[in-house]
T-cell receptor
Framework: SQTIHQWPATLVQPVGSPLSLECTVE??????LYWYRQAAGRGLQLLFY??????ISSEVPQNLSASRPQDRQFILSSKKLLLSDSGFYLC?????????????FGPGTRLTVL | AQKITQTQPGMFVQEKEAVTLDCTYD???????LFWYKQPSSGEMIFLIY??????QNATEGRYSLNFQKARKSANLVISASQLGDSAMYFC?????????FGTGTKLQVIP
């Protein structure tokens, strides 16, 4: 069965510090991978998605970046965090293989920038 | 322009009653998919139901059904026989190719 892991679960970082959030998927190959951000009480904002290794599509220009160094690994990074980067970050995967249509979400990372 | 619009920030429903959560979408792609997810206070995203743009029948999953009106570009979620555990945020989403975008959500509260 497929599983998706995200870490850390919670993170408190000072403004201006770097960020690295990691997401890994098990039990599937060549998934589409996604990073979303959810501000408190708000909807999900699509940040990045990837259809393959090294292929990143950015939805919102900002101080965040994403990388996919391996097929089932998706990393969200920042060189200098802003207060506005606080939120709940969700990684997700999807595939059209085998009739699977929906996205599967990780448990999320709650980031607080102080 | 917003691709997914959920116009109801919050809804109340009496336990055991049915409730409809609205969702409209905007796309020029003939092939797309529509989803509904539930997000309880724990933060996890729970998949509820899926409707493909070429599906002839409205999707149903247990107490959940999707009222798909293609010409109106609407994909409302109907929850029958509401339960207290249905209290949560509900998100409508649309897939166009690999890209999936979400609406702003509706907070549903079920009243005993």
């Amino acid at each position: 069965s497929q599983t998706i892991h995200q870490w850390p679960a919670t993170l408190v970082q000072p403004v201006g510090s770097p960020l690295s959030l990691e997401c890994t998927v098990e039990g599937t190959s060549n998934p589409n991978l996604y990073w979303y951000r959810q501000a408190a009480g708000r909807g999900l904002q699509l940040l990045f998605y990837s259809v393959g290794i090294g292929q990143i599509s950015s939805e919102v220009p900002q101080n965040l970046s994403a990388s996919r160094p391996q097929d089932r690994q998706f990393i969200l990074s920042s060189k200098k965090l802003l207060l506005s980067d606080s939120g709940f970050y969700l990684c997700a995967w999807s595939t059209l293989a085998g009739g699977i249509r929906e996205q599967f979400f990780g448990p999320g990372t709650r980031l607080t920038v102080l | 322009a917003q691709k997914i619009t959920q116009t109801q920030p919050g809804m109340f429903v009496q336990e055991k009653e049915a409730v409809t959560l609205d969702c409209t979408y905007d796309t020029s792609d003939p092939s797309y998919g529509l989803f509904w997810y539930k997000q309880p206070s724990s933060g996890e995203m729970i998949f509820l139901i899926y409707q493909g743009s070429y599906d002839q029948q409205n999707a149903t999953e247990g107490r959940y059904s999707l009222n798909f009106q293609k010409a109106r570009k609407s994909a409302n979620l109907v929850i029958s026989a509401s339960q207290l555990g249905d209290s949560a945020m509900y998100f409508c989403a649309m897939r166009e190719g690999p890209e999936v975008t979400f609406g702003t959500g509706t907070k549903l509260q079920v009243i005993p």
